[in-house]
Structure formats: structure tokens, C-alpha cells
């Protein structure tokens, strides 16, 4: 979807083949280190992220392995995408060839709704864990197929991106668009991008809304236990973190993309809006936003979970390296408190032994030692 005021611009430029869209040195040296900057933060952020969780064996939680599939997403896009789309968009000229203008339209869409579907498995699955917890959780193995299945959908929806693709060279430069079938080609390129924008916004941001309702109330309406029930306390205090951290991630993603999806769908409906030569920097400001929340996550997971901000110690701290490697070594919650358990359960034995222990007989020994 990152070319598609590009292909606005085409449709209007095609005739003549005047470049409207050439801004000024200084504002294309601006716009160059924002979008730098994204890239700089979202690669190396989402790579210490996967890190962090594949080589802690602590960390390899159902939550944290979608959180390594939305990382590898929002790294790939940021990666492979912002830094070719900006310089598009600032002349509007492909030099990049046909294949990278098919991945280029068709990668973007794929990565979108892998990210914002990790985020929805991860919001059932508090869900499940919170609302149901007798019922059985997500295996490693049902997660990675989990994982999987998103990918092929994902890859399914934006294939008309990649099929429809196409480069054409026009007096002076080259472009590239997606050449909709003409057979009712308005209608089929309006459905199609309701659709997506459905499907990849809407819809999950309603549903993990009514989970996290449900996983909210049930747990900041819950009373903390007092001191007889501590790793109670703590386990509720854990579960109102993760919760809390996700739900800051689900919003930081809502605020970047809705200015992006309302630009797109005013552009299906009202197209002549779009070919003032403002609208060029108002697209590269939407952007900009939508692309910057592939560099917002490992943030919120460095100021709101322990262990992603000892990892990241241990990856940029030298100083902390081996603090941050103890912090991440340390046993789960769960193991915790088993090990409680037992230590009470060792306890309450020992005590029920000595009071039931059997009254002890006194004896006194004769002369030649025998006792009596």
C-alpha cells in the first residue's frame, strides 16, 4: 500500500510526463534523516528483541514467540521498504526494476497484517489465560503453526498487489504503479482496498479492544491478596504488566496507522483531492507516522518489561552485561512459586510429624548394660 498515492500521481502525470512532485534540497535532506532514523531504530531494536527471546530459554513464552514474529515483521518492513519508498516518493522516479516494484507493493500488506495478527494472537491468548485459565494453553508447537497460518494469509491478501504490479517508463522517468484490470477496474480497486483496510485495521483493533476490556476489568476490578498470599499478589502484578505493555503496543500501532488508512480511503472516493502538490508532503507526513511504529516496540518493551530492559543492557551496557545476564537467567514466576509450594509443603510435613510422633518410652539400664 506504500505506492498507492504514487500511482495517484502516475495517473496524473502520465500524459505529458511533467514531475510535478521534485521538492527542494534542504527538505529532501530533512525528510532523509527522519526516515533514517526509522530504519536505524526499528532493525536494531526488533534484532535485539528476537534476540533477547530465542536465546533466553526463559523467554520463550507463547506470548513472547508472537512477539518475535511482530518484530521480525515490523524489522523486515522497515528494512526493505521505508528507505526505497521515501525515495519514490520525494521525485516520484523508480529506479529499481520490476521485480522490487512487485515486492516493493505486495511486501508491505503481508508484513502489516502479520504484525497487527501477532498482536491479536497475543490478546486471545491473555484472553484464554486470564478468562479461562482451566482451559489448555497454546503449545510451542501449535503457536509456530499459529504463526505460520498468519503468513500464508497474509501473503494471500496482498497478492493482487504483487500480480497487478507493473513499471512504465514515461519522458524522463520510470514508475511504478499496479495496473488494476480495466473491466470494472474502480469498482474491483475499491473494494479491494476497503477490504485490506478492514481486514488489517479495523477488525483486529476491535477485536483485541474486547479482549483487553474483559482482561482489564477482570484484573485491575480483582483485590490483591494481603501477606498470607504473596505469590498471588505478585503473579497479579505480573499478568497487570504484560497486559498493561501490550496495550500501549496495540495503541502506539492504532495512532500511527489510522492517518494512514484515512488518507487512502479518502483517496478511493475522492481522487481529485489528491493531485495538489501539497499533497505530497502531507502523504510523506502520513507516512513518516505510519511507518514509524516499527521503531516504537522494543521501546515500550525496554520501559515496561524487566527482562526486554536487562537484555538490552546486556546488549548496549558493557558495564551491566553481567547483572543483565543474571537478570534474565532468573527463574519464572511459576517455578518461583512452585518451589514455594514445595518448601511449605516440606514444612507442613515436618511440622505434622513431630506432633504426631509417638510418646517415647524411658528406659533404665541394669548393671550389665541391658535395658530394663
Given at each position: 500500500m506504500?505506492?498507492?498515492?504514487?500511482?495517484?500521481?502516475v495517473?496524473?502525470?502520465?500524459?505529458?510526463g511533467?514531475?510535478?512532485?521534485?521538492?527542494?534540497?534542504?527538505?529532501?535532506?530533512?525528510w532523509?534523516?527522519?526516515?533514517?532514523?526509522?530504519?536505524?531504530?526499528?532493525?536494531?531494536?526488533?534484532?535485539?528483541?528476537?534476540?533477547?527471546i530465542?536465546?533466553?530459554k526463559?523467554?520463550?513464552?507463547?506470548?513472547?514467540?508472537?512477539?518475535?514474529?511482530?518484530?521480525?515483521?515490523?524489522?523486515a518492513?522497515s528494512?526493505?521498504?521505508?528507505?526505497?519508498?521515501?525515495?519514490?516518493?520525494?521525485?516520484?522516479?523508480?529506479?529499481?526494476?520490476?521485480?522490487?516494484?512487485?515486492?516493493h507493493?505486495?511486501?508491505?500488506?503481508?508484513?502489516?497484517?502479520?504484525?497487527?495478527?501477532?498482536m491479536?494472537?497475543i490478546?486471545?491468548?491473555?484472553?484464554?489465560?486470564?478468562?479461562?485459565?482451566?482451559?489448555?494453553?497454546l503449545?510451542?508447537?501449535?503457536?509456530?503453526?499459529?504463526v505460520?497460518?498468519?503468513?500464508?494469509?497474509?501473503?494471500?491478501?496482498?497478492?493482487?498487489?504483487?500480480y497487478?504490479?507493473?513499471?512504465?517508463?514515461?519522458?524522463?522517468?520510470?514508475v511504478?504503479?499496479?495496473?488494476?484490470p480495466?473491466?470494472?477496474?474502480?469498482?474491483?480497486?475499491?473494494?479491494?482496498?476497503?477490504?485490506?483496510?478492514?481486514?488489517?485495521?479495523?477488525?483486529?483493533l476491535?477485536?483485541?479492544?474486547?479482549a483487553?476490556?474483559?482482561?482489564?476489568?477482570?484484573?485491575?476490578a480483582?483485590?490483591?491478596?494481603?501477606d498470607?498470599c504473596?505469590?498471588?499478589k505478585?503473579?497479579?502484578?505480573?499478568?497487570?504488566k504484560?497486559?498493561?505493555?501490550?496495550?500501549?503496543?496495540?495503541?502506539t500501532?492504532?495512532?500511527?496507522?489510522?492517518?494512514?488508512?484515512?488518507?487512502?480511503l479518502?483517496?478511493?472516493?475522492?481522487p481529485d483531492?489528491?493531485?495538489q502538490?501539497?499533497?505530497?508532503?502531507?502523504?510523506?507526513?502520513?507516512?513518516?507516522?505510519?511507518?514509524?511504529?516499527?521503531?516504537?516496540?522494543?521501546?515500550?518493551?525496554?520501559?515496561l518489561?524487566?527482562?526486554f530492559?536487562?537484555?538490552?543492557?546486556?546488549?548496549?551496557?558493557?558495564c551491566?552485561?553481567?547483572?543483565a545476564?543474571e537478570?534474565l537467567?532468573?527463574?519464572?514466576?511459576?517455578?518461583?512459586?512452585?518451589?514455594?509450594s514445595?518448601?511449605?509443603?516440606?514444612r507442613?510435613?515436618t511440622?505434622?510429624?513431630?506432633a504426631?510422633?509417638?510418646?517415647?518410652k524411658?528406659?533404665?539400664?541394669?548393671?550389665?548394660?541391658?535395658?530394663q
Amino acid at each position: 500500500m506504500d505506492s498507492l498515492s504514487n500511482a495517484t500521481n502516475v495517473s496524473a502525470n502520465r500524459s505529458d510526463g511533467f514531475n510535478q512532485f521534485v521538492q527542494p534540497a534542504w527538505q529532501i535532506s530533512l525528510w532523509a534523516v527522519a526516515y533514517c532514523s526509522i530504519v536505524a531504530v526499528s532493525v536494531v531494536g526488533n534484532m535485539v528483541v528476537i534476540w533477547i527471546i530465542l536465546a533466553h530459554k526463559r523467554m520463550r513464552t507463547v506470548t513472547n514467540y508472537f512477539l518475535v514474529n511482530l518484530a521480525f515483521a515490523e524489522a523486515a518492513m522497515s528494512a526493505f521498504n521505508t528507505v526505497i519508498n521515501f525515495t519514490y516518493a520525494v521525485h516520484n522516479e523508480w529506479y529499481f526494476g520490476l521485480v522490487y516494484c512487485r515486492f516493493h507493493n505486495f511486501f508491505p500488506i503481508a508484513a502489516i497484517f502479520a504484525s497487527i495478527y501477532s498482536m491479536t494472537a497475543i490478546a486471545l491468548d491473555r484472553y484464554m489465560a486470564i478468562i479461562h485459565p482451566l482451559q489448555p494453553r497454546l503449545t510451542s508447537t501449535e503457536t509456530r503453526v499459529v504463526v505460520l497460518v498468519v503468513w500464508m494469509l497474509a501473503l494471500l491478501l496482498a497478492f493482487p498487489q504483487y500480480y497487478f504490479s507493473a513499471t512504465e517508463l514515461l519522458p524522463g522517468r520510470t514508475v511504478c504503479y499496479i495496473d488494476w484490470p480495466e473491466y470494472h477496474a474502480a469498482d474491483f480497486k475499491k473494494i479491494y482496498y476497503v477490504s485490506v483496510t478492514l481486514l488489517i485495521y479495523f477488525m483486529p483493533l476491535g477485536i483485541m479492544g474486547c479482549a483487553y476490556t474483559m482482561v482489564g476489568i477482570t484484573l485491575w476490578a480483582s483485590e490483591i491478596p494481603g501477606d498470607s498470599c504473596d505469590h498471588n499478589k505478585e503473579q497479579l502484578i505480573a499478568k497487570r504488566k504484560v497486559v498493561k505493555m501490550m496495550i500501549v503496543v496495540v495503541c502506539t500501532f492504532a495512532v500511527c496507522w489510522l492517518p494512514y488508512h484515512v488518507y487512502f480511503l479518502l483517496h478511493q472516493f475522492f481522487p481529485d483531492l489528491f493531485e495538489q502538490r501539497y499533497m505530497q508532503q502531507v502523504y510523506l507526513s502520513v507516512m513518516w507516522l505510519a511507518m514509524s511504529s516499527t521503531m516504537y516496540n522494543p521501546l515500550i518493551y525496554y520501559c515496561l518489561n524487566s527482562r526486554f530492559r536487562a537484555g538490552f543492557q546486556q546488549v548496549l551496557c558493557c558495564c551491566a552485561a553481567t547483572r543483565a545476564k543474571e537478570q534474565l537467567e532468573l527463574k519464572s514466576p511459576r517455578y518461583l512459586q512452585t518451589q514455594v509450594s514445595i518448601y511449605r509443603a516440606s514444612r507442613m510435613e515436618t511440622v505434622v510429624s513431630v506432633a504426631v510422633q509417638p510418646e517415647q518410652k524411658t528406659f533404665t539400664r541394669s548393671p550389665d548394660g541391658t535395658p530394663q
